[in-house]
């Protein structure tokens, strides 16, 4: 009967539990398995601990070279698909234009729609152009192409909650657009911008499927990946993922912080507002 | 306050003339000018063809209920809205089509509208640094300014640190530390409580006062616009009823609507007789050079405010007192006075505000359901027409008002 209440109670909490396991348990494997020392070539079972792989994780260098193409990849893909993506939502959101409802829906199709069938389409456009030779100027258009719906979709709904009050103030200071853009609106949109650039880098760093269609001689970390899978995959796999784990969580924490910091410092009222009335004002 | 030995916030003579005009020094501060404005919102006239002229360093006030169109009215004298026809003149000089960085004015927003990315120092300093003055006096005049509004030990902290009127008191700093030939100010004290409000009130008078500049304000707070304003311009959809100050608004108000809005309307029908009297219906003839403004037969509005009637029973009345009779319908205490409601006919209702002076006659007021006389002098009443276009609008005031514009 006790034991039950204490379910009943607890219900919520472990669910809760329960549910992390489950997603967080790949990666803990992973991470383990970053400290085996397999015999074979596949490091599937667990054989006996050792930091060696730990000591030279840089040691494969396709491995090395692949991590550094989609590391590029991702910053320069975060760049362009967050000024892109930020034009592009400030124009939804502002702007008064034919075609905006329209602009406003299709936005998001990039997002619906299957990696496959971009990737492949996006290859027969690429071949069909020919301009552009495979590799890594077609990487990096096609993931600032799929990143971009998200960038939009994040800054446009923090410039929807936009008091455009601070904006006329602004300009009835003497600011012009330009500036009031770059002291105002800018500095206040900026935490939608950099979690847009986050998100937008996460992507590129993480995509497979569109990349296998368009990378040509290009290899990313991914791709190597899923090429070395054929022959087994080295511990240093494990090594890096765990450190590009470890990475986003300690950004991620970096953030919360800040957030944290900013939201008591906006809890603070100094004074009372009936002390207000006595405050002297000097004349 | 004249007394403290305080810097003055600003050193006339080392402005600078900037880039933008808003940079002028304050002996050039400016009047308005609307000459036939009309703003339209697709179909809708939120302003109806207004002519308005602000004098130089006058603490001027519009004030109506919302919607009226005091706020796009002020929106178009920062540079917010362009007129649809109309000219706007500030200073002396056209302002078409100049955007707002580019006027010699400045506002204070309904919602302070501070730059929650700023600390108080760069808030205030905003205006300064767009027209391009150097650092030095920057700093100089954005301490004197929040010295000024009592700020100074918070001039590190963000917006979101303060309280509302502190906030309020930072809009105001930052944008009269720019000396704008004219400030706007749009409610600003509508999202403060009442006892802060009041304070505020005297405070912002007194540094209108100090620094000379032209005050347009917009409120829907007639109390607010009597205590403070110069002149006040009553405005009802898109027109202004009447124009003046406010003794005058308040005591010959031009229209039943002003005399609904500005405090409690009693408004009694009558009836022109010829130039000098007027009839009030269901009761005395009254003599009035008021009456001089209507046509014999013509039908108009008596005004009495409610502290300058007096009520007692029909008996005891004065008899050399134009008078009505009517029947208490509630009491009411109010602290300083006491607040009869008195029903004259059918649908007109008189408000009367009985000083409590002493104890004892205050014991002795008629109760509810009691028959009185209401007796007012001569001079104490007022004619009103009907307002044009809202005329069922104040109607509807004239009742409404007598319960909820009281305790005000």
């Known amino acids: ?283 | 306050m004249e007394g403290s030995s305080d810097l003055p916030p600003t050193d006339p003579e080392s402005d600078q003339p900037g880039e933008t005009a808003g940079n002028t020094a304050r002996s050039g501060s400016g009047g308005v000018r609307l000459e036939g404005v009309t703003k339209k919102f697709g179909d809708f006239a939120a302003v109806h063809d207004m002519d308005l002229d602000i004098a130089d360093g006058e603490f001027f006030t519009m004030l109506g209920p919302s919607g009226c169109g005091k706020t796009t009215t002020l929106r178009m004298i920062a540079g917010f809205e362009q007129p649809t026809t109309g000219k706007v003149l500030i200073d002396g000089s056209d302002v078409a089509g100049l955007p707002a960085y580019k006027r010699p004015t400045n506002t204070v927003f309904q919602s302070y509208a501070l730059f929650p990315h700023m600390t108080l120092e760069e808030n205030v300093g905003f205006g300064l640094k767009r027209q391009k003055v150097p650092k030095a006096e920057i700093k100089k005049r954005v301490a004197g300014e929040l010295e000024r509004v009592g700020l100074s030990r918070e001039a590190k902290r963000k917006p979101n640190q303060l309280s509302g009127g502190q906030q309020q008191r930072v809009a105001l700093a930052r944008a009269l530390v720019n000396l704008p030939k004219v400030l706007l100010l749009d409610e600003p004290l509508g999202a403060l409580d009442l006892k802060l409000r009041k304070g505020l009130q005297v405070q912002l008078k007194e540094i209108q006062r100090d620094v000379g500049i032209t005050f347009v304000y917009v409120t829907h707070d007639q109390e607010e616009a009597l205590t403070m304003s110069d002149r006040i311009a009553v405005m009802n959809e898109g027109m202004i009823e009447q124009c003046a100050d406010p003794e005058t608004v308040y005591d010959r108000p031009s229209t039943t609507f002003v005399a609904g809005f500005i405090g409690v309307s009693n408004l009694m029908p009558a009836v022109a007789k010829g130039p000098g009297e007027i009839e009030i219906a269901d009761g005395p003839t009254v003599p009035t050079a008021d009456a001089a403004q209507f046509s014999s037969g013509e039908k108009c509005f008596a005004v009495v405010r409610p502290e300058k009637l007096t009520v007692s029973l029909p008996e005891n009345a004065p008899g050399d007192q134009p008078g009505i009779d009517g029947i208490v319908e509630s009491s009411l205490y109010l602290g300083t006075s006491t607040q009869m409601a008195i029903k004259v006919a059918d649908d007109v209702n008189m408000t009367v505000l009985v000083p409590n002076a002493s104890e004892d006659a205050r014991q002795h007021l008629p109760g509810g359901g009691a028959k009185v006389r209401l007796n007012w002098l001569p001079e104490h009443m007022h004619l009103v027409a009907e307002s044009d276009p809202g005329g069922s609008d104040a109607d509807q005031t004239s009742t409404d008002q007598v319960t909820e514009g009281v305790n005000s």
């Open chain 1, 1 to 283: 009967m006790r034991a039950w209440r204490w379910l009943r109670e607890n219900a919520v909490m472990i669910v809760g539990i329960l549910a992390l396991l489950y997603m967080l348990t790949p990666i803990f494997i992973i991470a383990i398995f970053s400290f085996n020392d397999p015999t074979g070539r596949y490091n599937f079972e667990w054989v006996g601990f050792t930091t060696q792989y730990w000591q030279h994780p840089f040691e494969i260098t396709e491995l090395t070279s692949a991590l550094e193409v989609s590391i590029r990849l991702a910053f320069f893909t975060a760049i362009g698909a967050t000024i892109l993506g930020t034009l592009i939502a400030i124009a939804l959101v502002r702007y008064q234009f034919f075609g905006r409802r329209a602009a406003n829906l299709l936005i998001v199709i990039p997002m619906a729609t299957p990696e496959v069938v971009i990737g492949a389409s996006l290859l027969s456009f690429f071949l069909t152009l020919n301009i552009f030779e495979l590799g890594f100027q077609t990487l990096l258009i096609a993931h600032i192409m799929f990143s971009v719906s998200f960038v939009v979709i994040v800054v446009r709904s923090r410039l929807i909650g936009f008091d455009r009050r601070l904006e006329e103030a602004a300009q009835d200071l003497g600011a012009n657009a330009f500036t009031t853009f770059r002291k105002v609106t800018l500095p206040l949109i900026a935490p939608g911008v950099v979690s847009a650039a986050l998100l937008s880098f996460a992507l590129s760093i993480d995509d497979f499927v569109i990349s296998n269609f368009n990378s040509g001689a290009e290899v990313t970390f991914p791709l190597y990946i899923f090429g070395a899978n054929q022959r087994g995959i080295p511990v240093q796999v494990n090594v890096i993922a765990t450190m590009l784990f470890a990475l986003t969580v300690i950004a991620m924490l970096f953030v919360i912080i800040q957030q944290r910091r900013a939201e008591k410092a906006g809890e603070i009222r100094p004074e009372e507002e009936t002390h207000e009335a006595t405050v002297p004002i000097t004349v």
